[in-house]
């Protein structure tokens, strides 16, 4: 939930996962303000969807596909959204859950991360995801991968928001923290019986 | 992770050194950074020179440690020779040699505290020039920026051994919230008469701030206690 300047954790209460429509969550990490002018966008794709009042509404593939245009053709005049985005939710009882990159890169898959989640959360997610988690399941391995992104990515908070996404409708929960473990032998002291080791 | 290229290369940590009324307390946080990646969250920064002085490293953490490794052989011979602890005073000013003869090849601010029978708890600092300046406290590093009006206003001279090291663990804990490139744990180190005791403090055990929520197993632990089930609104 940070929104950092530079180095600096300046805004810890930024809300980045937001629902698009009915059917789609959107998740976004790096520029704020950018994500902000992409939901603009996104108002003005739902509120004319809307107006045909046809019965039809956009789905996350629609969403994603859009995204993904918006994006690639910013990158391709030099002048990019400095956002990662996460595509998700479910329609007419198929889910989706699609990326996209600020130069357009962009694919649907059971699992996605942005940043530094493509390094340390998919490995954990590969290893542990497989068909028809429940809901338990899968908030217990989301949770994993923030620890793990808390304690190795500098631009990270202890502080989280998890969304889901059924045929239902949308819930995103009230932000909360996640107890961190420093409790190993080895940190207490790490250069004891041997100065000037590191 | 579109790591931003063009950042300037901060001196990722907090440092801290504070004089009180019979010794000094040196305090540091834990991370050690490559970029953006945390390689190493629980790390050592306060590091022994001899018996009764010690340095908290700030800046490159090759360079840091190559000095203090050079200053300590040296210091050790100087003991030797001495037939007597080393003082504060030429610990800290055999750092600033090595930093200021090197002062464009090194980056690294450090900060020296210890005790000695002359002249009691000292604070030195040495920052990336080679300067060195006596202090009755003194911050480094990057997350010292989020830490000036807070020791204006907060320090305060003649503390007792439990205030001073209150202060700085609270100080430490401050910077870490706001600082990026400081985290992890808060290590402190008080020195005096009686010698050097480390002291460590794990997330658990520092208080909240600014937008800081109470730590929690999981969210499913939240749920089942019933809080809020309705979707939220948009």
């Given amino acids: ?198 | 992770m579109d790591p931003d290229l063009s950042a300037p290369h901060s001196m990722g940590t907090t440092i801290i050194g504070v004089t009180y009324d019979g010794g000094v307390v040196l305090g540091a946080d834990s991370r050690t950074s490559t970029g953006m990646y945390v390689a190493n969250r629980a790390s050592d920064k306060i590091t022994q020179l001899t018996d009764n002085v010690y340095v908290c490293r700030s800046g490159s953490a090759a360079d840091s440690q190559i000095l203090s490794d050079y200053v300590r052989y040296f210091l050790n011979q100087h003991t030797i020779q001495l037939g007597q602890p080393a003082t504060v005073k030429v610990a800290a000013n055999l750092v600033r040699l090595f930093s200021y003869q090197n002062k464009n090849m090194l980056q690294t601010g450090l900060i020296i505290g210890g005790w000695d029978k002359y002249e009691g708890g000292q604070i030195y600092s040495v920052p990336l020039g080679g300067t060195v300046l006596k202090q009755p406290f003194t911050i480094g590093g990057s997350g010292s920026s989020y830490l000036y009006g807070f020791f204006d206003q907060a320090w305060k001279d003649g503390m007792s051994k439990d205030e001073a090291e209150k202060l700085v663990v609270k100080a430490v804990s401050l910077a870490i919230a706001r600082d990026g490139a400081s985290g992890g744990v808060v290590r402190t180190v008080t020195i005096n008469a009686e010698g050097a005791t480390r002291n460590f403090y794990s997330g658990d055990s520092l208080p909240l701030w600014h937008e800081e929520l109470e730590p929690r197993n999981s969210l499913l632990d939240i749920l089942v206690s019933g809080a809020s089930p309705e979707p939220m609104s948009i």
């Avoid at chain 1, 980045?16 to 303000?33: D, F, N």
């Avoid at chain 1, 789905?59 to 993904?68: C, I, M, Q, R, S």
């Avoid at chain 1, 600020?102 to 998919?122: K, P, S």
Wanted: charged share 25%; hydrophobic share 35%; proline share 3%.
């Fill in chain 1, 1 to 198: 939930m940070a929104g950092s300047y530079g180095s600096t954790l300046r805004y810890k209460n930024v809300e980045r996962i937001k629902s698009i429509g009915k059917h789609t969550l959107l998740g976004a990490s790096g520029e704020v303000s950018d994500f902000q002018e992409i939901l603009r966008y996104l108002d003005e794709l739902i509120i004319y969807d809307n107006m045909w009042d046809d019965g039809n509404s956009l789905g996350p593939k629609e969403v994603h596909n859009y995204l993904t245009r918006v994006m690639y053709n910013r990158r391709n005049k030099f002048d990019p959204l400095f956002n990662s985005l996460v595509v998700g939710g479910v329609k007419n009882g198929q889910k989706y859950l699609g990326m996209v990159g600020m130069i357009g890169t962009h694919y649907e898959d059971n699992h996605v991360a942005t940043g530094f989640g493509n390094h340390l959360a998919r490995p954990l997610m590969r290893a542990e995801w497989h068909e028809d988690m429940s809901f338990e399941e899968a908030v217990k391995l989301l949770e994993k991968c923030l620890l793990v992104l808390l304690y190795r990515d500098r631009s990270a908070i202890n502080k989280f928001q998890i969304a889901k996404i059924t045929e239902e409708g949308v819930t995103i929960s009230e932000p909360y923290a996640l107890k961190t473990f420093w409790g190993f032998l080895a940190f207490q002291n790490p250069t004891k019986g041997a100065e000037g080791s590191w």
